[in-house]
């Protein structure tokens, strides 16, 4: 993993450009190594944290790509509603809802920050894996996701941890996010309190990127 302290300087990559280049993905991500493991790892973790109601329990999933973790959350869950800014991710996930005939979930490619008329909510729940870091603005999209909640709604997200600070002020941190430095930049926002950033899940580096190792950790954070 990247050295952090250099990510102010890294110029973040417009949201039509990270969807262009993970649309490259789509057709084959759910071959791609462990990422089957990484959902099913996550979905553990979330349910270890939040006591999901399939009766009950309303929940965002931002940068669904192609449904490895809401196919399986749509069975826990009342409602699901799943966005990701790569519109060829959202086409594959619709179809396996198509063939699976799963009803509970609703699917649109956008950006969170920006596509207030999709989204229904407040949400009891909202979840996020590997989202954070390739975020252009982390801060503002925490933001956005907050005001999603209801009065007591929980985000769980899964992302890169960095061993090192980035400089103040920075917003976009492609290499990782120190733990400290998240939990600052999470209770800034105002309504929003951490509850725990701790070890996230155990995968450490996916086959097609053998070198580059990951370090995740778990934020969760409810909405006051």
């Known amino acids: 993993m990247g050295n952090n302290a250099s990510a102010k300087d890294k110029a973040p990559p417009a949201v039509e450009a990270v969807g262009k280049e993970w649309d490259k993905w789509a057709n084959d991500w759910d071959k791609m190594g462990p990422v089957g493991s990484f959902n099913r790892e996550f979905l553990a973790r979330v349910k270890e944290i939040y006591t999901l109601d399939r009766s009950s329990t309303e929940c965002l999933e931002v940068g669904s790509g192609t449904g490895l973790l809401t196919l399986p959350l749509s069975?826990?869950?009342?409602?699901?509603?799943?966005?990701?800014?790569?519109?060829?991710?959202?086409?594959?996930?619709?179809?396996?809802?198509?063939?699976?005939?799963?009803?509970?979930?609703?699917?649109?490619?956008?950006?969170?920050?920006?596509?207030?008329?999709?989204?229904?909510?407040?949400?009891?729940?909202?979840?996020?894996?590997?989202?954070?870091?390739?975020?252009?603005?982390?801060?503002?999209?925490?933001?956005?996701?907050?005001?999603?909640?209801?009065?007591?709604?929980?985000?769980?997200?899964?992302?890169?941890?960095?061993?090192k600070r980035a400089p103040e002020g920075t917003k976009y941190f492609p290499d990782g996010v120190h733990p400290e430095q998240l939990k600052e930049i999470t209770n800034k926002i105002k309504g929003l309190k951490v509850d725990y950033v701790g070890d996230g899940v155990s995968i450490k580096a996916f086959w097609w990127f053998p070198f580059f190792k990951m370090n995740w950790q778990v934020l969760v954070a409810t909405k006051e």
């Open 75 to 163: 069975g826990c869950c009342s409602r699901v509603d799943s966005c990701d800014v790569s519109a060829e991710m959202i086409k594959v996930l619709d179809q396996k809802l198509k063939d699976e005939n799963v009803t509970n979930v609703n699917t649109w490619a956008g950006d969170i920050t920006s596509d207030e008329t999709n989204l229904m909510g407040p949400y009891d729940l909202l979840l996020s894996g590997s989202v954070l870091t390739f975020c252009p603005d982390m801060p503002a999209t925490l933001e956005s996701m907050s005001k999603r909640l209801k009065p007591g709604g929980k985000m769980i997200h899964m992302l890169f941890k960095s061993k």
